[in-house]
């Protein structure tokens, strides 16, 4: 399965989803650390798409950036998650979210699961497919993502 045929699946079914329902969109800046066969930074942007603090929806768009044999290589990733809490009446709670979605680069396909926090603290792993090389080295194997999520809105209420 090629990467562009996997993108326009994840993106067709996303879309249908939203198609039923008015969603709130909330723009994310992304900040984080990458391990794939060797050490990744991690900067870009997330959309979360909201309903209800249930089920969350997340698309995002980054580069990876590191060193691989000595050279510097930047790799684009493309990502979906969804976030699941159904705890009912009980705002605690909903400070955590089981994590499930899959991200892609040029270089490798990783399905992931794993735990966020207020859906900003991100911590997943899985386990990544090669498509290709980079500089000479295969992307494959354990994948594990530390990501800080931003809210823009933060951002702008702090230098108000």
Do not use: C, W
Request: charged share 15%; aromatic share 16%.
């Amino acid at each position: 399965m090629n990467f562009r045929f996997a993108i326009t699946i994840l993106s067709v079914f996303f879309l249908s989803i939203f198609t039923k329902a008015q969603y709130t969109v909330h723009k994310m800046l992304t900040v984080g650390y990458t391990y794939q066969n060797q050490s990744f930074g991690e900067l870009g942007g997330k959309l979360l798409f909201l309903k209800n603090d249930d089920v969350i929806y997340r698309l995002g768009a980054s580069a990876l950036m590191g060193s691989t044999h000595s050279e510097f290589a930047i790799m684009p990733k493309l990502q979906a998650d969804v976030l699941l809490n159904f705890q009912k009446d009980v705002d605690f709670y909903h400070s955590y979210y089981f994590l499930m979605g899959a991200e892609g680069t040029n270089k490798y396909v990783a399905p992931k699961i794993g735990v966020t926090l207020f859906g900003i603290l991100d911590l997943t792993g899985g386990y990544a497919f090669p498509i290709g090389n980079l500089n000479g080295k295969e992307m494959k194997g354990l994948n594990v993502n530390f990501t800080l999520n931003i809210p823009t809105v933060f951002i702008h209420d702090m230098f108000k």
